[in-house]
T-cell receptor, first 112, second 114 residues
């Protein structure tokens, strides 16, 4: 099956700096790559996603890039704010909607 | 009110007890999922269901069973709980009409097995 690796496991940045979280996947059949944000005591919530026919997608301060050849994708958060502090999960899916393979999570702390 | 509601939110039980975690949704989605979250392991799929008559095993189904009582209700059971089933459990839904897409998660059920 698919294997998704996520790095780093923890990340601390100063407010206003950028944060980058990286994921790799193993199965070239995966074609949908969402990113979820989990705030303390809550369930994960989708913040951005990308499909395999697109190399980059941006939504205000967050962006995701995908390199299909290298099988890796990354989340970029610019101008970080304290409310960006949370656990972030990447995931990969083969497009049938039955299996989402999640990374192990990155705990991001934005220091005011 | 939350679109995906899980009960109970917290439960402490003893080894060997039967436990049921319940999930109900008001989103009208046909797909429902149960995930388990452990520190350092991310989210792992236990079971999923695409409609009332469709139940499928995920990565880690051993020791668990599910019931899809209605389109809006999906329950997870631990027939005989053991300590390594201590974890945070999430129910999620998605909309089949959109194909593969966003998962909507409940707020989680924290289970402790002593």
């Amino acid at each position: 099956g698919e294997n998704v690796e996520q790095h780093p496991s923890t990340l601390s940045v100063q407010e206003g700096d950028s944060a980058v979280i990286k994921c790799t996947y193993s199965d070239s059949a995966s074609n949908y790559f969402p990113w979820y944000k989990q705030e303390l005591g809550k369930g994960p919530q989708l913040i951005i996603d990308i499909r395999s026919n697109v190399g980059e997608k941006k939504d205000q301060r967050i962006a995701v890039t995908l390199n299909k050849t290298a099988k890796h994708f990354s989340l970029h958060i610019t101008e970080t704010q304290p409310e960006d502090s949370a656990v972030y999960f990447c995931a990969a899916s083969m497009g049938t909607g039955n299996q989402f393979y999640f990374g192990t999570g990155t705990s991001l702390t934005v220091i005011p | 009110d939350a679109d995906v509601t899980q009960t109970p939110r917290n439960r402490i039980t003893k080894t060997g007890k039967r436990i049921m975690l319940e999930c109900s949704q008001t989103k009208g989605h046909d797909r429902m999922y149960w995930y388990r979250q452990d520190p350092g392991l991310g989210l792992r799929l236990i079971y999923y269901s695409f409609d009332v008559k469709d139940i499928n095993k995920g990565e880690i189904s051993d020791g668990y069973s599910v019931s899809r009582q209605a389109q809006a209700k999906f329950s997870l059971s631990l027939e005989s709980a053991i300590p390594n089933q201590t974890a945070l459990y999430f129910c999620a839904t998605s909309d089949q009409a959109r194909g593969v897409g966003e998962l909507f998660f409940g707020e989680g059920s924290r289970l402790t097995v002593l």
